[in-house]
T-cell receptor, first 113, second 111 residues
Framework: LAKTTQPISMDSYEGQEVNITCSHN???????ITWYQQFPSQGPRFIIQGYKTKVTNEVASLFIPADRKSSTLSLPRVSLSDTAVYYC??????????????FGAGTRLAVHP | DVKVTQSSRYLVKRTGEKVFLECVQDMDHENMFWYRQDPGLGLRLIYF???????EKGDIPEGYSVSREKKERFSLILESASTNQTSMYLC??????????FGPGTRLTVL
């Protein structure tokens, strides 16, 4: 299982774009990259997942370079409610069976007024 | 709207008590998981179940057992609670590749 490294904390202001980068040098061919968000006293919530290039949904964008050794979660125009811990995970992608998720310490994002 | 519910948000028990944490999902998922989350340690997998009556140990199963009699329900059991089991317990069920839906968590305090 590939280990991930991401910043412990980040600060931003309302209306700014926030980019959180995660490195995963040992990512395997079958691994997908997934990001979760967790608010205090709640369980993590799936944000976005990708395998290569760029993925965008209504919440965020995920940029993955060709070598897939890193990925960047981009949150456009953050608000105070985006203050949370963001986890980057890599895991084997197959439709059946069990795949194990490993949550690291995450990145604590604080959005200021 | 998909939903994972846990029986209690907060629970206080005494050392040596038997503790049951219940988790129910309404998404017909086959895979369900129990994690605990502690400051500085992230989420750690205790047990998971890939089908009814099937279970596998995670990374930290000692002191815990599980039960999955019905597809929608996955129970975590602390046979004899100890103070080092004071933690936030999170249940999840698996949807697609790497996507798990988490419940709100149960904050357990063992005195």
């Amino acid at each position: 299982l590939a280990k991930t490294t991401q910043p412990i904390s980040m600060d931003s202001y309302e209306g700014q774009e926030v980019n959180i980068t995660c490195s995963h040098n040992n990512i395997a061919t079958n691994d997908y990259i997934t990001w979760y968000q967790q608010f205090p006293s709640q369980g993590p919530r799936f944000i976005i997942q990708g395998y290569k290039t760029k993925v965008t949904n209504e919440v965020a964008s995920l940029f993955i370079p060709a070598d897939r050794k890193s990925s960047t979660l981009s949150l456009p125009r953050v608000s105070l409610s985006d203050t949370a811990v963001y986890y980057c995970l890599v895991g084997e992608g197959f439709s059946g069976g069990y795949n194990k998720l490993i949550f690291g310490a995450g990145t604590r994002l604080a959005v200021h007024p | 709207d998909v939903k994972v519910t846990q029986s209690s948000r907060y629970l206080v028990k005494r050392t040596g008590e038997k503790v049951f944490l219940e988790c129910v999902q309404d998404m017909d998922h086959e895979n369900m998981f129990w994690y605990r989350q502690d400051p500085g340690l992230g989420l750690r997998l205790i047990y998971f179940s890939y089908d009814v009556k099937m279970k596998e140990k995670g990374d930290i199963p000692e002191g815990y057992s599980v039960s999955r009699e019905k597809k929608e329900r996955f129970s975590l059991i602390l046979e004899s609670a100890s103070t080092n089991q004071t933690s936030m317990y999170l249940c999840a069920s698996r949807a697609t590749v790497n996507e798990q839906f988490f419940g709100p968590g149960t904050r357990l305090t063992v005195l």
